[in-house]
């Protein structure tokens, strides 16, 4: 079992910077990928970010360039820096762990960006 619990999410405006953190509890040795995705009203859940437990990251070509996911291992926190927010990214993000076969999933912050 994994539990995750996001924060960080709030009202900025376009061209400015926010930081969403996911402090991780539970069996974190097992999961093989850590991720967030975002879902924007009447849309399905996007995935944004990945973070594999050996370094590797992969992102939407959406937000490439912007945003950077990372983790602090002794602090059992995943990070997604997002910066120059746009207001095509407001959207509730959450924060995921893949322990194959399961994936759990946070209950996301709202992050909305006004232009």
């Known amino acids: 079992q994994v539990h995750l619990v996001e924060s960080g999410g709030g009202l900025v405006q376009a061209g400015e910077s926010l930081t969403l953190s996911c402090v991780m509890s539970?069996?974190?040795?097992?999961?093989?990928?850590f991720g967030w995705s975002r879902r924007a009203t009447g849309n399905s859940r996007d995935h944004i970010a990945y973070?594999?437990?050996?370094?590797?990251?992969m992102y939407d070509d959406s937000v490439k360039g912007r945003f950077t996911i990372s983790r602090d291992n002794a602090k059992n926190t995943l990070y997604l820096q997002m910066n120059n927010l746009r207001p095509s990214d407001t959207a509730v993000y959450f924060c995921?762990?893949?322990?194959?076969?399961?994936?759990?999933w946070g209950q996301g912050t709202q992050v909305t960006v006004s232009s």
């Open positions: 995921a762990a893949d322990t194959k076969p399961q994936t759990y």
């Open positions: 539970g069996d974190i040795d097992s999961i093989d990928t």
């Open positions: 973070l594999t437990k050996n370094g590797g990251t």
